[in-house]
């Protein structure tokens, strides 16, 4: 990125040229196997754009208002790439409801929905309440994002208090007979991440589980989600961690 760019506009145009020149598509059939949607992709890699991300918030003097204004800009282009860009150029203090709703709407592909989530609206204040009100929401990608958003702030939000957890659990195992598997495998990731924070979380998790299998028997998500969280959590290697087998 040139040495003389600084206002946010200029920086989003350099970024959108930076990523067409970057653009691979013969990455775009690998992409599309793993489930990434490809239809507005270039198949660049994400150590490239996280790269470019670095370089755009320096060239920004890493001011928030003007790093916001950036991430609002690369979102708008309409690239799966800018998507991207914008949750690792985004400030999360400067996002709002309105912002949140808005982009959570527009999600078509798991890894955007799961960047956005870890890297810009986790640490946003809002990123509590939108993980068990997004939780129950009908559409797939923002059903998933709430569920990320529980996964996320499990590992990442260290001081907060476990027992604020558990309320996540009881909408898992709510929602857990939704059989769409964007949504079951991020459910079953929310699961295994907070019932490896604690001991107390351990043990509510694993009964979350066994809820889950009791409630939803005919669900075949529900089964493999509680069931491949169990293998975790009772394995020795997170008993261990938690102080659970000496």
Not at 13 to 32: C, H, K, S, V, Y
Not at 69 to 90: D, R, T, Y
Not at 124 to 145: I, M, N
Not at 214 to 232: D, I, Q, T, V, Y
């Amino acid at each position: 990125m040139s040495e003389h760019t600084s206002e946010p506009a200029a920086v989003a145009e350099e970024i959108i040229a930076q990523l067409r020149t970057a653009a691979r598509p013969a990455n775009l059939e690998g992409m599309a196997r793993y489930g990434i949607a490809t239809k507005n992709a270039l198949g660049v890699s994400v150590p490239l754009m996280r790269t470019l991300a670095r370089d755009a918030r320096k060239r920004l003097g890493r001011d928030k208002a003007a790093c916001h204004e950036l991430a609002a800009l690369v979102w708008a282009n309409g690239l799966h790439e800018g998507q991207l860009m914008a949750a690792f150029v985004e400030a999360p203090a400067l996002v709002d409801e309105a912002q949140m709703e808005s982009w959570v709407l527009e999600l078509d592909s798991w890894d955007t929905c799961d960047q956005l989530m870890i890297n810009a609206f986790r640490e946003s204040p809002l990123g509590w309440p939108k993980a068990s009100e997004w939780s129950t929401r009908p559409e797939e990608f923002v059903k998933r994002a709430g569920l990320v958003l529980g996964a996320t702030l499990a590992v990442h939000d260290k001081n907060r208090d476990d027992a604020d957890f558990l309320p996540l659990l009881a909408l898992a195992e709510q929602e857990a007979a939704d059989e769409r598997n964007m949504v079951k495998k991020a459910l079953n990731w929310q699961i295994r991440q907070i019932g490896k924070r604690s001991a107390m979380l351990n043990a509510a998790a694993i009964e979350t589980c066994e809820r889950i299998l009791a409630r939803h028997p005919n669900s075949k998500a529900a089964r493999w989600a509680a069931r491949g969280a169990l293998r975790e959590l009772t394995s020795d290697a997170v008993r261990t961690r938690l102080g659970l087998l000496g």
